[in-house]
DNA sequence: AGTGTAATAT
DNA sequence: CATATTACAC
């Protein structure tokens, strides 16, 4: 959508390419504290081509300019690749393996509008602070901190659509370590601000964030079992805290007390379906089989916490081992309305029954 | 120190 | 009203 070319082409000149760079420029000075190095480059590739430009000019058909344009071009390409973590993740969520809505969410997301998108300014790292910015050379930085909280103070330059103002988000995964090491969620914690007393930043429990968290809960057999501490261990996530879980835990708990409301869907799907019952889980572990079945379409007056129901009733509720993936098609801009269901768990004396189930035991991810 | 719950704040 | 933080009791 962007009319400006990404790169230099022959065709094009130099001109209009430096202008176009130009034009990259103004817009990455926006946020120079995301940017830094965003714009150096292009300023220096602006540099580049002047000289190039002012040297041959004269020239200019001629294959001179093959150097500037490969080079140019190439090293910009490279860089930015590697430095401007686009949200290539809407295509690979690092995450999946069983249950997983991400790709609802995600792909929700990358309806914002490109140039936000593009540059990820949805993500954390306003520091809270006023201004500082040591232009530091964090931009490997994988980690990030950063209270994700406050929108975006800027002029807005393109009067997009008022949907800009999701504040909090959090900074997926790394985006340039692809595979290998840390999957972690890092959640901003303008922590130490010495605010004289000032309340704490709110959390927000952004989508991943619960799901995490509804993944502790899950290996920890249900809400009522799982304990704060533990629940956020299990999340590992970066500067969360443990009342910060507790009090989500708690209003996760009062949602689940009363919102009996969970019915299977008998139809649609051929597959075989679950009930989720509610969350009961048998402590004697041991070699047994716990089993966590997804919910599908629960529909909860909020749709967000998902399932549970009070208490067994007499019978055992068995749940359906395979699981399911959810297809709900999402609103873009419903952030927090997905519909999330706890796994859970059921145990029946029955072997036979529960035999044929997954067994979850760790994950890996969170 | 952790946990559960209620009171408050946003 | 919902959600997150803080206070308090155990």
């Given amino acids: 959508m962007v009319p400006i070319p990404m790169q230099f082409n022959h065709k094009m000149g130099f001109h209009d390419y430096i202008q176009a760079l130009q034009e990259e420029k103004k817009k990455i000075q926006v946020f120079p504290r995301d940017l830094p190095l965003s714009l150096e480059l292009v300023t220096q590739a602006i540099e580049n081509c002047k000289q190039q430009l002012s040297g041959i000019t004269t020239e ?6 093959t150097e500037c344009s490969e080079q140019t071009s190439m090293e910009e390409g490279r860089v930015l690749e590697e430095f401007i973590p686009i949200k290539k993740r809407a295509l690979t969520p690092d995450y999946d393996e069983d249950d997983d809505d991400y790709d609802e969410q995600h792909s929700s ?18 520091p809270p602070a006023k201004e500082e910015v040591p232009r530091k050379t964090n931009v490997l930085e994988v980690k990030r901190s950063g209270g994700a909280f406050h929108p975006f103070q800027r002029e807005e330059i393109a009067a997009e659509k008022g949907n800009a103002s999701e504040a ?24 130490k601000r010495y605010d004289k007393g000032q309340r704490k930043q709110r959390r927000c429990w952004s989508q991943e964030l619960h799901k995490c968290f509804l993944h502790a809960l899950q290996q920890l057999g249900g809400s009522d079992t799982a304990t704060p501490k ?64 997804e919910s599908a379409k629960i529909t909860t007056p909020t749709g967000i916490y998902a399932p549970v129901a009070i208490h067994p009733p007499t019978t055992t509720t068995v749940i359906k081992p395979k699981f399911q993936k959810l297809e709900l098609s999402e609103n873009s801009n419903s952030e927090e309305r997905t519909n999330h269901s706890e796994g859970i768990i059921v145990h029946s004396n029955s072997p036979a029954s529960s035999s044929s189930t997954h067994n979850i035991t760790t994950s890996p991810h969170c």
């Fill in 168 to 191: 909090c988000k959090e900074s997926t995964t790394s985006p340039q370590v692809p595979a290998t090491s840390s999957t972690e969620l890092v959640v901003g914690t303008s922590s």
């Fill in 60 to 65: 200019y058909n001629l294959n001179g300019e």
């Fill in 230 to 293: 533990q629940i956020r261990e299990l999340m590992k996530v970066d500067g969360l805290t443990n009342d910060e879980v507790k009090s989500h835990l708690q209003k996760f708990r009062l949602h689940t007390r009363r919102s009996p409301v969970i019915h299977n869907n008998a139809n649609t799907q051929s597959t075989p379906m679950f009930l989720v019952g509610n969350i009961y889980v048998q402590p004697q572990v041991a070699t047994t089989t716990t089993v966590s079945g």
């Fill in 109 to 126: 997301r990358k309806m914002k509008s490109d140039w936000l998108t593009s540059v990820q300014l949805w993500n954390p790292s306003p």
